[in-house]
């Protein structure tokens, strides 16, 4: 699924959820200046997906129309099969990062990151033969999945065999992070390329 499609469908969404909704409150939820929020709401009125009213005369409502909803069915069963095949693809390679710790003899795992790849790491590392020693990352005294984030000081005073980098943000940036930290390079794991 493009990011076009992505943002067609959060502007859908967004529409139906609130007519009354702002060009500026949905370039905020998109992450994009309101002038580009503006040509793409214009693009779905052209498509008739969207219809624009003016009850009363000097407000905007912005409405689905039923092709909107159309589009709008169509493009969230398309994400949904997005979301799928991404969810398998990244099973697969914590499959496969895991079964190579573990012919390397790691068996206590520090889990860098607080997102859905580092939920899906954690599910991963369940099913094996592992140990979750605690999650790290920058987030201060909140929590994962019920365990306490730490941050990446903490890790000097824990014994663990790899840290797993499950955050997609930055993962050169956080390597290099954590080797300033004093964690050794041979016992940290990212799950892309590090370039």
Not at 7 to 15: A, C, I, Y
Request: with cysteine.
């Amino acid at each position: 699924m493009n990011l076009q499609a992505q943002r067609d469908l959060q502007l859908l969404n967004e529409v139906e959820r609130n007519a009354a909704v702002t060009q500026r409150s949905l370039a905020k939820s998109l992450g994009v200046a309101v002038g580009l929020t503006n040509l793409y709401l214009k693009r779905l009125i052209r498509k008739g997906h969207i219809k624009i009213t003016t009850i009363p005369r000097n407000r905007l409502k912005y409405l689905l129309t039923p092709g909107g909803m159309a589009e709008k069915s169509r493009l969230t069963y398309q994400y949904m099969q997005y979301s799928l095949s991404y969810y398998r693809k990244m099973r697969q390679r914590l499959q496969i990062v895991f079964l190579k710790l573990s012919k390397d003899g790691a068996k206590r795992i520090v889990i860098y990151g607080t997102g859905e790849l580092a939920e899906l790491a954690y599910l991963t590392l369940c099913e094996m033969d592992f140990t979750l020693v605690g999650f790290v990352d920058g987030k201060r005294g909140t929590s994962f999945l019920s365990f306490p984030i730490w941050p990446v000081q903490a890790l000097a005073n824990w014994d663990f065999d790899a840290i797993l980098i499950a955050d997609m943000a930055d993962p050169k940036e956080i390597h290099s992070r954590l080797v300033d930290d004093g964690v050794p390079r041979e016992k940290i794991t990212a799950l892309c390329p590090l370039t």
